[in-house]
Nanobody, 126 residues
Framework: QVQLVESGGGSVQAGGSLRLSCAAS????????MAWFRQAPGKEREGVAA???????SYADSVKGRFTIAQDNAKNTLYLQMNSLKPEDAAMYYC????????????????????WGQGTQVTVSS
């Protein structure tokens, strides 16, 4: 019933910017938390940014100051603005949502979410 569809991925040069979008359906935005994860080939999926019901964002240390997570409740859409992109940012980016209570320490962990999108590819060239 719940669907999360990512878009906005593509190929950019190092130092460039990209904005990812996640359109949600069958899910009430403000009932839980949402996040962006990414996974590069041969690596584990890692949490990039998360936003809770209070609107307070959380970021992985590797993207602080460069990425911004935001949501538009009216459009039922989650965004990830990525600036100053680096080659190490290249990965498949996934949108996630969680509507069950979870410890604060799970904000950037896969176990904190129960709905997932199919992903959108981001490539960064030097």
């Amino acid at each position: 019933q719940v669907q999360l569809v990512e878009s906005g991925g593509g190929s950019v040069q190092a130092g460039g910017s990209l904005r990812l979008s996640c359109a949600a359906s069958g899910y009430t935005f403000n009932t839980g938390r949402m996040a962006w994860f990414r996974q590069a080939p041969g690596k584990e999926r890692e949490g990039v940014a998360a936003i809770g019901t209070t609107g307070t964002p959380s970021y992985a240390d590797s993207v602080k100051g460069r990425f911004t997570i935001a949501q538009d409740n009216a459009k039922n859409t989650l965004y990830l603005q990525m600036n100053s992109l680096k080659p190490e940012d290249a990965a498949m980016y996934y949108c996630a949502a969680g509507d069950r209570w979870a410890p604060r320490g799970w904000k950037l962990l896969q176990r904190g979410y129960n709905y997932w999108g199919q992903g959108t590819q981001v490539t960064v060239s030097s």
